[in-house]
């Protein structure tokens, strides 16, 4: 039987009512790290997809592959509700990610410590 990591869910925008993409992750400080410098995601480089507005933890990364599977098919008004619903304002939310996540994956995306 193979051990699982948790994993993340997250919404990124290109600003408030922008461009958005869907993606999942077993770290959300390297991967969002990773879109902000342009690495691995066309998508993201083309549209300036780097402002982290949602974010979703799961214990196993398999329900976190679920759950973006559930959210990549909704209509694009459903996605905008759930952003609003859990972060109105459209905070960038990486940083307060770094805080929470970054030393319990060890990682740093790159960055100093935080």
Same mark, same amino acid.
Not at 21 to 49: A, K, L, P, W
Not at 85 to 110: Q, S, V
């Given at each position: 039987?193979?051990?699982? %990591?948790? @994993?993340?869910?997250?919404? $990124? ?9 869907? #993606? ?5 400080? %390297? /991967? ?5 410098? @342009?690495?691995?995601? !066309?998508?993201?480089?083309?549209? #300036?997809?780097? /402002? $982290?507005?949602?974010? !979703? ?5 398999? !329900?976190?592959? *679920? ?6 098919? =909704?209509? /694009?008004? =459903?996605?905008?509700? $759930?952003? %609003? !619903?859990?972060?109105?304002? =459209? ?6 990610? *770094? %805080? ?5 994956? @060890?990682?740093?995306? #790159?960055?100093?410590?935080?």
């Amino acid at each position: 039987m193979s051990q699982s %990591r948790g @994993g993340f869910v997250y919404i $990124l925008a290109s600003k408030p009512n922008g461009t958005l993409y869907v #993606g999942v992750t077993n770290d959300i400080v %390297r /991967r969002v790290y990773q879109h902000r410098t @342009g690495e691995r995601s !066309e998508f993201v480089e083309q549209y #300036g997809v780097t /402002r $982290l507005v949602h974010l !979703e933890r799961f214990d196993q990364i398999e !329900e976190a592959i *679920c759950r973006e599977k559930q959210l990549k098919p =909704w209509k /694009r008004a =459903w996605k905008l509700d $759930l952003i %609003r !619903e859990n972060n109105p304002a =459209w905070e960038d939310l990486y940083e307060a990610a *770094c %805080r929470t996540y970054g030393r319990e994956r @060890g990682a740093t995306g #790159g960055l100093s410590a935080p």
